[in-house]
């Protein structure tokens, strides 16, 4: 079967890429994810909940930082400089992927004081949860559209080029 780029790199260098390309990002925007449904019911000012939240957001944003820009470089220029994409579900995959930092680096930000610094804790809690919203949105498209066979929405000919091709 035919797999995107953002399975392969999934799938390559067991169990390596998998721990860093999605365990790590995943287990810590989950963290600030279940945490922050704790903070948003019950408000706590502060406490272990609330440092367990702060400290997934800012490591989790630094984290995939470097992911991104790592990706970029040895991944999203090469394959558009050299027409390697295998198709809209290839791109969307990697694409939405990627929008993680937009998310991801929202919080880090957020949380490091480095935008909001003058806000209420009312309107920063309510952008965090929209960054966790955001990132939990993109990330599952990515997922969906990674585990696309993409030859499904290439043209006829695009799809007959790759019928060979096996990662």
């Known amino acids: 079967m ?3 780029h953002y399975m392969a790199l ?4 067991q169990p390596w890429n998998l721990i860093l390309f999605m365990a790590i990002p995943v287990i810590l ?3 600030v994810a279940i945490t922050e449904l704790f903070i948003l019911f019950s408000r706590p000012q502060g406490g272990w909940l609330r440092r367990i939240n702060r400290w997934a957001s800012i490591t989790g944003g630094i984290y ?9 470089k040895t991944a999203v220029i090469p394959l558009t400089a050299s027409g390697g994409w295998l198709g809209a579900a290839d791109v969307i995959a990697v694409g939405c992927y990627l929008a993680g930092i937009i998310p991801l680096g929202g919080m880090a930000l957020l949380d490091l004081g480095l935008i909001g610094k003058a806000w209420d804790e009312e309107r ?7 960054f966790v919203a955001i990132f939990l949105v993109i990330a599952h498209i990515a997922m969906i ?7 499904l929405l290439m043209s006829d000919a ?5 019928s060979g091709m096996h990662h």
């Open 10 to 13: 999934l799938a390559d260098n």
């Open 158 to 162: 695009a799809s007959a080029g790759m």
């Open 124 to 130: 920063k809690l309510k952008l965090h949860a929209i």
């Open 145 to 151: 559209f990674g585990m696309l066979d993409p030859t």
């Open 64 to 72: 995939f930082t470097g992911v991104f820009i790592y990706l970029t």
């Open 29 to 31: 925007a989950e963290t």
């Open 2 to 4: 035919n797999m995107t």
